[in-house]
């Protein structure tokens, strides 16, 4: 699988991220600083109360001042400790609220992609990436924002007042600080890469699980499990090992920063004991001093356990942003066309199509007409374009060569909506939504009443079984319709295709499941339910569209015979020998 595209570099990404998401909460932010500024002013003010108390009450027996004093410090206490509420709530309120406008704008563009830019990034990554990596920006907001904008705050805060305590003593700043800055900056720089491994990791998992999930069955059939059970676990040891070794140095972070903190308290009581004893500072002064140094470090502390998930953070932000940064190829036309009339007509006209990375062309040189009224059936050996040509009409991908008019109009000149509003499809793998019956159906026309719903599954011979289900219309539907059976599923798929009236229908394949006398009853049904729209229909069985107005005959991508199936018998070579293999089975 070819890598996605490489958005913004390293911590690039998140910033680019940030200044988006964030944009919307910039009022908010505001507020926060100045909430957080006035805390940290209050946390600041409190040894220098403290140093005033001691001097000025404690030292000369003033008990009044030592009462006013102390009386301000809890007013000051209780004023940051609502500050701290009012923060908290409001940090939490960005974050959860950038996260949600993140996982809806990667929603929205995965839901623009093609299947192009989704087989490039996989099913499993853009799930982890919607889901995991945006937590990992949420929570290092959450846990980031107001901790580092108080960490700056306040040690900015904290140096000046130290220094304002004691000068001399404030030289022993300028070795810690720089120290703490070095070991935190070499460590950080480190865990980026190995955090970006990580996710890919988590990423390896997550594709394995789905795939072991979904194709559980195969996997018992063939008496895989066994094997299977060794591919997740050799993921999941992979990532075990990564991230050991990540939380090996996230550990060591800590230990460092505290070594150099007690250091710094040890030197201060040290040279401040000198001090104070030489008479050249007062004892209140040194006890102010150790308060501000140990809030630097307190709060260098905070900052550092907040960085330290900043790489996870810039890793899942750099997966976050390619998805973003990925323009879907289909894309609607800034000046779309509309056409004069929806009338379901569509037109090929000589068009070569190859899927993009594919060697070989799929399609070449392909024309045909599709009128409205009319049923066409699509006939040709496996592989031979069948699907391909149904999805180049739905502009699911773009033609290499030719062109594609649906209503007289090329389909890349009109809007998505536009083209395939009036198309009713029913693709070759029926899926079904988690569910009802009522739900499924009504996914392309919410307001359809019980009547045409029932009417649909008439239609789509599927009324009996869905009277009998308990709950008829309400019986409820397992994601994927994994709770009834494939030919089941076909013919729900093909009654949610018909509640919505559409000018063109395209059945792809999507009458194998069902044995021939209800295949019959079927066509019957549906020809005169879309008696004035253009009907495709494709299938492997001749039974399926001998009696269709037109038949195109596909051989490797070429179109090999156009005709009723009369012309055909008697002029197409392929279609005689597809009718003889299928006349041999029935025989047989
Ligand atoms: N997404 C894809 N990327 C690359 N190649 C593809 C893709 N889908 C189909 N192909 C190739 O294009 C060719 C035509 O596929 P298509 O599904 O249109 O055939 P089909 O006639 O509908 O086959 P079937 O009857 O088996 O459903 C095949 O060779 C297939 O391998």
New binding site residues.
Partial sequence: MPEPPVGGAGGGALTRLLRVFLRPYAGLLAAMTALLAAQAAGNLYLPALNADLTNKGVVSGDTGYVWRTGGLMLAVVLGVGLLSVATTWGTSRVAMGAGTRMRAALFRRVQAFS?AEV?RFGIPSLITRNINDVQQITAFLQAALAPLVMAVLMCAGAVVMAVRESAALSLLLVVAVPVLALVIGGLLLVLVPMARTMQDRVDRINHVLREQITGVRVTRAFLRTGTEQQRFHRASADLTAISLRTFRIYAAIMPVVMVVANLSSVGVIWFGGHLVSRGSTPIGNLTAFLVYVLQVLVYAVIAVSVIALAPRAVASAERVDQVLRTDPVIADPADAVTPAEATGAVEFRHVDFG????E?P?LTDVTFTLRPGRTTGIV??????????L?LILRAFDVTGGEVLVDGVDVRRQSADRLRGPIGLVP?AGFLFGGTVASNLRFAAPDATDEQVWRALTTAQARDFVAAMPGGLDAPIDQGGTNISGGQRQRLSIARALVRPSRLYLF??CFSALDVATDARLRAALRDATREATVVI?A?RVSTIMHADQIIV?DA?RVVGVGTHEHLLDQCVTYQEIVASQLGEEAA
């Fill in positions: 299947t087989g899927y993009p990375g594919g070989r799929v040709g050996s496996t592989g031979s374009g069948k699907t391909t040509l999805q070759q792809d394949d494709v492997q596909l991508g």
